[in-house]
């Protein structure tokens, strides 16, 4: 059985939950009621960014750090990690998620283009977490589970050593020429001519006129094939023009 999260009661009750929220106060009220468009424009000083790992207990000095990571960017990128740190720590939620989805609502094409994967996949965890929509809450923890099980995928193949392994050709012949049962009745993908995932790109294409949270799954997926994943490099293997997804 999974670890049970924790109850409403529970998480108000925990210091340790109220000391990730010491310094939240003065982070809020440099967050709200801002111009987006001012904020666009504005560029955070830095050339490099510097990742951060891990999370300090005091907010603001975790924002602190979180600024590094937007070197060279526009402010309005520190501001939507800003958000969805203090949301996540749970200081004036109602407050900060509306200020949130009107950012979405505003800049959903900019954000999109802007953001990189780790802030996407971020955004969309929180609009599954705290969103009343129930359509909106779907599709944000699609946009989730794609960027995820990728990440899972790939976080193996480091694991194992096999980023040089070339593909074995005993293999890749028994995949284009018959089935091969992998798990509990699913079986291979057809390598260099399986209409699934044109199929499902069609699917993400449909949905995503839905609603703000749809352009996250598309954004998501499409960004899958350009960068080293498993999507790019089955693509690099994809031979039958009709049925490719990109």
Not at 16 to 44: C, D, P, T, V
Not at 151 to 167: A, F, H, N, S, W
Request: aromatic share 10%; net charge neutral; glycine share 4%.
């Amino acid at each position: 059985m999974s670890v049970r999260k924790k109850s409403r009661i529970e998480r108000l009750l925990s210091f340790n939950q109220h000391r990730k929220r010491f310094g939240a106060g003065k982070a809020s009220s440099a967050l709200l009621n801002n111009e987006f468009s001012a904020l666009k424009a504005r560029y955070i000083e830095g050339t490099t960014p510097d990742y951060t790992h891990g999370a300090e207990k005091d907010v603001e000095q975790h924002l602190l750090n979180l600024r590094e990571e937007f070197a060279g960017q526009p402010e309005l990128l520190y501001v939507h990690a800003s958000l969805i740190v203090l949301i996540r720590r749970e200081y004036k939620v109602d407050e900060h998620f509306q200020q949130f989805t009107k950012l979405w609502e505003t800049e959903k094409d900019w954000l999109c283009s802007q953001l990189n994967t780790r802030w996407l996949v971020s955004a969309a965890d929180t609009f599954a977490d705290y969103s009343d929509n129930p359509t909106e809450r779907a599709l944000a923890l699609s946009a989730s589970l794609l960027a995820n099980t990728v990440k899972m995928q790939e976080t193996e193949r480091y694991l194992q050593g096999t980023e040089t392994v070339p593909d074995n050709a005993e293999r890749l012949a028994q995949l284009t020429s018959k089935r091969v049962d992998l798990f509990d009745g699913t079986s291979a993908f057809a390598v260099g001519t399986d209409d699934t995932l044109r199929n499902m790109r069609w699917r993400i294409d449909s949905i995503s006129a839905l609603h703000s949270t749809g352009s996250l799954v598309a954004e998501i997926f499409n960004r899958l094939q350009h960068q080293d994943t498993v999507y790019q490099r089955f693509r690099q293997r994809h031979t039958r023009d009709k049925t490719r997804w990109w």
